[in-house]
Every structure is written in structure tokens, then in C-alpha cells.
């Protein structure tokens, strides 16, 4: 028997009084969000410092279609944050409304979707709907700008599902043709959505389809563009995923993946503690053990013995869409992520609605009321806490606050916290908030690496060295190493072993104006070789020639090695370009 649903009568029949009420809601619990600001986790990247959001030419377009950023491919995402730039700017609560908006319609689509799995059941359909909207796991994914991703992968997600639906009514390629366009979207709004196909074929068997190898040819599109998206994404990644899986073993990455199934799972009914980072363990204790049996044991149970379809639906989407980010092959800083679970709990939110109402229904219809009080205080405590979440993304200091007081020993967010202050030029909060990172894990690179570069501001370059030597020892490859030791060479006035380290970096990155610049520099002041300064900074005019610094710099070696016209020639440009001139040297070279 097949089970053909009808996306337009069902959505037709359904009440407005429920879904309206669950988006109001919804939008009432993420309007502080509009008070936050950019955080320094990835805004910096993916926002506040990102080119490629201030040019939507045609040139614009083809950059953001053709570079990776923070070691992901999703220029739908970058897209949207582009038109979000050129409406404000750098406003911060203009991305957080498109972020709540973009939320708000994936809850209508959650609510659209459940009436088609349920067959019209409005309840059912709301509930879920609200669970999504309102549940405190998923304030990282809408709270926080970077998360962006999240938000729209999931939009054509789910519209892929909600096609997928008619299509299995009424047969139409058409229909098909559009789930696979969907998918493509999701896929370039974010890698995530891989799976998609893997979802379709759970909804294949919750809808009792008839089986026939037509499930899996009229997927193939969907399974090739998946492929090629995991092979880009896995390129892009590839330095990344080597180094984490050296540093975590095989029987590690299972307990990790088992000790996040479930995890994941509890959170569902108790989301708290929560923090914006879950650092991987030093150790495995005994819960990575437990969970990783709980998991399995469950999984082997549901495979064996359970028949329902509901429960086998909810808790394999549930899976499917957890798959990815298991850490089964480790990415990134956190053993688990509240962001993990935007679209997973889908399934939990099904399984759980869909089980309450037919119990209700059935035998347990005379806990009826009892129930629906004891989920309407549960609902009400998911709100509260969510409520109480939001303002957690005000601030990097406000973030990295909260991780620490889950995670007092976390390097990463000493780290992060400290370079807050960064910007903020305070140097001794920097220099204390680096080094506690430090005390946790010695080698931490960011931390060395910024510690140095503030002990340079700081005008202490003997200790500035001592980091950067220490960082070359563990890193000797990096190129923000090698330029960190370069630079404190010349600090401690060893100008020689700097330009020997400055010729390193200019023969491997000969396109990067400011490692010349820096050379000649050190030529011009401290080994007063004026020919080899102005060479190094005419070749780098030549790679950029709108910096103004440089063309004062070339003016000074004019004019110490006496030509005064050329002096002056160079000196006006470099005014005209912004570059601010003594008015003694101004004077001294006769500019105007």
C-alpha cells in the first residue's frame, strides 16, 4: 500500500490559528537578538572583516562563487550576507533580523512538512513547529551571525522535503526536478545538507512506498551532487582533517560519535547546561564509554525490535542529519555543538508530538490534561531558557564569559577572550588572558602567536621574541610564524637574522607587498643600505601600488641618497593617496 499525502489540501485545511500563534511566539522569543552584537568567534571572518560582502559586481559575484571562507564552500550563505552589508553596512542588527526572519520561515516550513507526514494533523504540526521555534539548542544557529549557514541550508531543505512530498503524490518529474534545484541550494548554502538524499529515503519508507530501484534512480542527480560537494568540501579541509585525525585516535572518534548521539538526545528533554564551546576532552572518561554502549545498544535495539514507524522515522532522521558532525572523522574545536542540532531534532520533535497525540488518543486519554500541563511547563521552561540564552551572544566578552565558567580550562576561549581586549589596545588584559591560555595548553598557536604580537605593542620585545621563538620551534612552516619571528628580530635589534627571515618569506610568497616593504624598512633604518630599501619598495608599489606608506617610504631614499625632486615627486603622491607627511620632512623636500 502507498501512502500518496496531498501538500495543497492539507495545507489548505489547516488551521492559521495554530501555525500564527507558534511564529508569533517565536518571534517574541528571538527579539532581544536584535539588542546583540558581532561576536570575534568567525563574525570577524565570515562579516566584519570579509571583503568579499562589499562587491556584488559582476566580479563581486564571481569571488564569492569561487572562494572558500573559514575552510567551507557555501557562497549562498556569503551571498546573503553581502545584501546584508550593502543595506547596512556593518550594522549588527540588520543581520540579526535576517537571521530571526530566516528562522521564522524554517518553522513555518517544519509545520508545513509535519502536516504532510501526519496527514493533516494540526497539533501535531504545531507543536513540533514550536518545539523547533522556541527550543534553547537552537539559539546558536539564530543567534549567532556566522551560524547564517544553518539558517538558509535548512530553508531549501526542508522546501526539498516538502516538494518531495507532492512529487510522491502525484509522480510528476517536475516536481522531482525541483526537489534536486532545492538540494543544490541547500548544498551551497551549506556542505550539511549531503545527506538530503538519505532523507528522502526515510521519508520513502515512512510513507510506506512501494519499493522498486526507482527510489534510488530518480535520487541519482541528488547523490552526484552530493559527492562532488563532499570531495570540494573535503579538499578544502583536507590539511584540517589530517592534523585532527592524528591527534584523535579511531576508538577516540567512536566514543566521541557515541558519546554525541546521545548527548545530543538528552539535551532534547534537558537543554542546560549549554555553551557556545565544548572543548574535546583530555581524556575519555567513563561517560564517553557509557554513551558510546547507550548509543549502539539503542541503535541495535530500534533495528531489531522496533516496528513502529514513528519512532524507526523520528530517530532516523535523527541520525541521518547527525551523521556529519559526530566527529567521527573530527573538524574543528568541540567535541559536540548545539548548532549540530537545527535540523536533526526535527525527527526527535516528530517522534515525540506524533507518540504523545496517539497516546492521548488512545490509552492514555484519561492523562489527557495532566500531560498537556506537564508539557506546557516544559515548553514554558524551554522559553525561559532560551530567553535567558540569547543575550550569551551580545558580546565576545559576554561569550567567551559564559564558556569559561562551564570550561575554566578551555585555551580556546582564554584565547578569544583575551583578543577581545585585543582590539581594544589594552595590552595587559591581552597579555594575562593569553598567557592563562598558555598555563592550560603551552603551545596553544593563537595564543602564542597574539601574546607575541601584544608584547610587541607593548613596547617588551625581549619577551615578544622568546614567544615567537618558541611558536618557530612547533611551527617552523607557518608563514604568520615565520613573520611573527621577523619581526621581533627586528624589534631586538638583530636586523640581519630579519632580513634573512623576511628573503624567506619574499621567495615563498612573492606577491605579498608588505614582506618587502618590511625589508626595506630594515634596510632604510637600520642597515642604512638605501639601495636595496628603495628597490624592495618599488617592487612593492608595484604589487600595490594605492598604499601611500610606501611611496613615503621610497621618498625618504630619495632623499637620503640626495635627489630631492624625486624625493618630492613620491612624497606628493604618497599625501595624495592618504598617507600623512611630516611637515618637517614635507618642508625639508620643498612639497607645498
Given at each position: 500500500?502507498?501512502?500518496k499525502?496531498?501538500p495543497?489540501g492539507v495545507?489548505a485545511r489547516?488551521?492559521?490559528?495554530?501555525?500564527?500563534?507558534v511564529?508569533l511566539?517565536?518571534?517574541?522569543?528571538?527579539?532581544?537578538?536584535?539588542?546583540n552584537g558581532?561576536?570575534?568567534?568567525?563574525?570577524?571572518?565570515?562579516v566584519t572583516?570579509n571583503?568579499l560582502?562589499?562587491?556584488?559586481?559582476?566580479?563581486?559575484?564571481?569571488q564569492?562563487?569561487?572562494t572558500?571562507?573559514?575552510s567551507n564552500?557555501?557562497?549562498?550563505?556569503i551571498?546573503?550576507?553581502?545584501?546584508n552589508?550593502?543595506?547596512?553596512?556593518l550594522?549588527?542588527?540588520?543581520?540579526?533580523?535576517?537571521?530571526i526572519?530566516?528562522?521564522?520561515?524554517?518553522?513555518?516550513l517544519?509545520f508545513?512538512?509535519i502536516m504532510?507526514m501526519s496527514?493533516g494533523?494540526?497539533?501535531?504540526?504545531g507543536?513540533?513547529?514550536l518545539?523547533?521555534?522556541?527550543?534553547?539548542?537552537?539559539?546558536e544557529?539564530?543567534?549567532?551571525v556566522?551560524?547564517?549557514?544553518d539558517?538558509l541550508?535548512?530553508l531549501f531543505?526542508?522546501?526539498?522535503?516538502i516538494?518531495?512530498?507532492?512529487?510522491?503524490k502525484?509522480?510528476q518529474f517536475?516536481?522531482?526536478i525541483?526537489?534536486?534545484?532545492?538540494?543544490?541550494?541547500?548544498?551551497?548554502?551549506?556542505?550539511a545538507?549531503i545527506?538530503l538524499p538519505?532523507?528522502?529515503?526515510?521519508?520513502?519508507?515512512?510513507m510506506k512506498?512501494t519499493?522498486?530501484y526507482?527510489?534510488?534512480?530518480?535520487k541519482i542527480?541528488?547523490?552526484?551532487?552530493s559527492?562532488?560537494f563532499?570531495?570540494v568540501?573535503l579538499?578544502?579541509?583536507?590539511?584540517?582533517a589530517?592534523?585532527?585525525?592524528e591527534a584523535?585516535?579511531?576508538?577516540?572518534?567512536i566514543c566521541y560519535?557515541?558519546f554525541?548521539?546521545?548527548?545530543?538526545?538528552l539535551?532534547?528533554?534537558?537543554?542546560y547546561p549549554?555553551?557556545a564551546l565544548h572543548?574535546?576532552?583530555k581524556?575519555l572518561?567513563?561517560?564517553?564509554?557509557?554513551?558510546?554502549?547507550?548509543?549502539?545498544a539503542?541503535?541495535l535495539y530500534?533495528?531489531?525490535?522496533?516496528r513502529?514507524?514513528?519512532?524507526l522515522f523520528?530517530?532516523?532522521f535523527y541520525?541521518?542529519?547527525?551523521?556529519?558532525v559526530?566527529?567521527?572523522?573530527?573538524?574543528?574545536?568541540?567535541v559536540?555543538?548545539?548548532?549540530y542540532?537545527?535540523v536533526?531534532y526535527i525527527g526527535?520533535?516528530?517522534?515525540?508530538t506524533?507518540?504523545?497525540y496517539?497516546w492521548?488518543?488512545g490509552s492514555g486519554?484519561?492523562w489527557k490534561?495532566p500531560?498537556?500541563?506537564v508539557?506546557?511547563?516544559?515548553?514554558?521552561?524551554l522559553i525561559?531558557?532560551?530567553?535567558?540564552?540569547i543575550?550569551?551572544?551580545?558580546s565576545?566578552?559576554d561569550l567567551?564569559?559564559d564558556v569559561?565558567?562551564h570550561?575554566p580550562e578551555?585555551?580556546?576561549?582564554?584565547?578569544n577572550?583575551?583578543?577581545?581586549?585585543?582590539?581594544?589596545?589594552n595590552?595587559?588584559?591581552v597579555?594575562?588572558?593569553?598567557?592563562?591560555?598558555l598555563?592550560?595548553?603551552?603551545?596553544h598557536a593563537d595564543?602564542l602567536?597574539?601574546?607575541g604580537r601584544?608584547?610587541?605593542?607593548n613596547?617588551?620585545?625581549q619577551?615578544?621574541?622568546q614567544?615567537?621563538?618558541l611558536?618557530?620551534?612547533a611551527?617552523?612552516?607557518?608563514e604568520?610564524?615565520?613573520?611573527l619571528?621577523?619581526r621581533?628580530?627586528?624589534?631586538?635589534?638583530?636586523s640581519?637574522e630579519?632580513v634573512?627571515l623576511?628573503?624567506k618569506l619574499i621567495?615563498s610568497?612573492p606577491s605579498?607587498?608588505e614582506?618587502l616593504n618590511?625589508?626595506g624598512?630594515i634596510?632604510f633604518?637600520?642597515l642604512?643600505?638605501?639601495?636595496a630599501?628603495?628597490s624592495?619598495f618599488?617592487k612593492?608599489?608595484?604589487?600595490?601600488?594605492?598604499?601611500?606608506?610606501?611611496?613615503?617610504?621610497?621618498?625618504r631614499?630619495?632623499?637620503?641618497?640626495g635627489d630631492s625632486n624625486?624625493a618630492?615627486?613620491?612624497g606628493v603622491r604618497?599625501?595624495?593617496?592618504?598617507?600623512?607627511?611630516?611637515?618637517g620632512y614635507?618642508q625639508?623636500?620643498?612639497?607645498?
Amino acid at each position: 500500500m502507498t501512502v500518496k499525502p496531498d501538500p495543497v489540501g492539507v495545507m489548505a485545511r489547516s488551521s492559521w490559528k495554530i501555525l500564527i500563534p507558534v511564529i508569533l511566539i517565536t518571534f517574541g522569543v528571538f527579539l532581544p537578538a536584535l539588542q546583540n552584537g558581532f561576536t570575534n568567534w568567525d563574525d570577524i571572518l565570515y562579516v566584519t572583516e570579509n571583503s568579499l560582502l562589499k562587491d556584488l559586481s559582476f566580479d563581486g559575484f564571481r569571488q564569492i562563487f569561487s572562494t572558500p571562507v573559514v575552510s567551507n564552500y557555501h557562497p549562498l550563505t556569503i551571498l546573503s550576507l553581502a545584501i546584508n552589508y550593502q543595506m547596512s553596512e556593518l550594522s549588527p542588527a540588520g543581520y540579526h533580523l535576517t537571521s530571526i526572519l530566516l528562522h521564522l520561515v524554517n518553522t513555518g516550513l517544519v509545520f508545513w512538512w509535519i502536516m504532510l507526514m501526519s496527514s493533516g494533523n494540526k497539533w501535531v504540526s504545531g507543536i513540533t513547529a514550536l518545539l523547533f521555534g522556541i527550543h534553547p539548542m537552537h539559539v546558536e544557529s539564530v543567534a549567532w551571525v556566522s551560524e547564517r549557514k544553518d539558517l538558509l541550508y535548512t530553508l531549501f531543505y526542508l522546501t526539498a522535503l516538502i516538494v518531495y512530498m507532492r512529487y510522491l503524490k502525484d509522480r510528476q518529474f517536475k516536481y522531482m526536478i525541483i526537489v534536486t534545484l532545492a538540494g543544490l541550494l541547500s548544498l551551497l548554502s551549506k556542505p550539511a545538507a549531503i545527506v538530503l538524499p538519505l532523507s528522502l529515503l526515510a521519508v520513502d519508507v515512512y510513507m510506506k512506498r512501494t519499493w522498486s530501484y526507482g527510489w534510488l534512480l530518480e535520487k541519482i542527480p541528488l547523490f552526484i551532487l552530493s559527492v562532488v560537494f563532499a570531495f570540494v568540501t573535503l579538499d578544502i579541509q583536507s590539511a584540517r582533517a589530517v592534523a585532527t585525525v592524528e591527534a584523535h585516535g579511531i576508538l577516540e572518534r567512536i566514543c566521541y560519535a557515541g558519546f554525541g548521539w546521545i548527548w545530543y538526545l538528552l539535551k532534547v528533554a534537558v537543554p542546560y547546561p549549554l555553551s557556545a564551546l565544548h572543548p574535546f576532552p583530555k581524556d575519555l572518561s567513563l561517560w564517553y564509554y557509557l554513551g558510546t554502549i547507550a548509543s549502539l545498544a539503542s541503535m541495535l535495539y530500534m533495528v531489531l525490535k522496533v516496528r513502529n514507524r514513528v519512532i524507526l522515522f523520528g530517530f532516523g532522521f535523527y541520525t541521518i542529519n547527525l551523521l556529519l558532525v559526530l566527529q567521527l572523522v573530527s573538524i574543528g574545536n568541540a567535541v559536540v555543538a548545539e548548532r549540530y542540532t537545527y535540523v536533526p531534532y526535527i525527527g526527535i520533535f516528530f517522534w515525540l508530538t506524533m507518540t504523545g497525540y496517539k497516546w492521548m488518543k488512545g490509552s492514555g486519554a484519561k492523562w489527557k490534561w495532566p500531560l498537556i500541563g506537564v508539557m506546557g511547563l516544559w515548553i514554558s521552561a524551554l522559553i525561559l531558557l532560551t530567553v535567558q540564552r540569547i543575550p550569551v551572544w551580545k558580546s565576545s566578552q559576554d561569550l567567551w564569559k559564559d564558556v569559561l565558567s562551564h570550561y575554566p580550562e578551555s585555551a580556546r576561549a582564554w584565547t578569544n577572550k583575551g583578543l577581545d581586549y585585543y582590539d581594544q589596545k589594552n595590552w595587559p588584559e591581552v597579555i594575562a588572558h593569553l598567557s592563562r591560555a598558555l598555563e592550560v595548553e603551552p603551545l596553544h598557536a593563537d595564543a602564542l602567536e597574539w601574546r607575541g604580537r601584544a608584547f610587541l605593542e607593548n613596547k617588551e620585545p625581549q619577551k615578544a621574541l622568546q614567544d615567537a621563538e618558541l611558536l618557530y620551534r612547533a611551527y617552523p612552516q607557518k608563514e604568520v610564524v615565520i613573520f611573527l619571528l621577523a619581526r621581533t628580530k627586528d624589534a631586538t635589534g638583530k636586523s640581519n637574522e630579519a632580513v634573512s627571515l623576511y628573503d624567506k618569506l619574499i621567495d615563498s610568497y612573492p606577491s605579498k607587498s608588505e614582506y618587502l616593504n618590511n625589508r626595506g624598512v630594515i634596510y632604510f633604518n637600520k642597515l642604512k643600505n638605501y639601495d636595496a630599501a628603495q628597490s624592495d619598495f618599488e617592487k612593492a608599489i608595484r604589487l600595490a601600488p594605492e598604499n601611500g606608506s610606501y611611496y613615503l617610504n621610497l621618498s625618504r631614499c630619495y632623499y637620503m641618497k640626495g635627489d630631492s625632486n624625486s624625493a618630492r615627486q613620491y612624497g606628493v603622491r604618497a599625501r595624495e593617496l592618504g598617507a600623512t607627511v611630516d611637515p618637517g620632512y614635507a618642508q625639508l623636500i620643498g612639497m607645498q
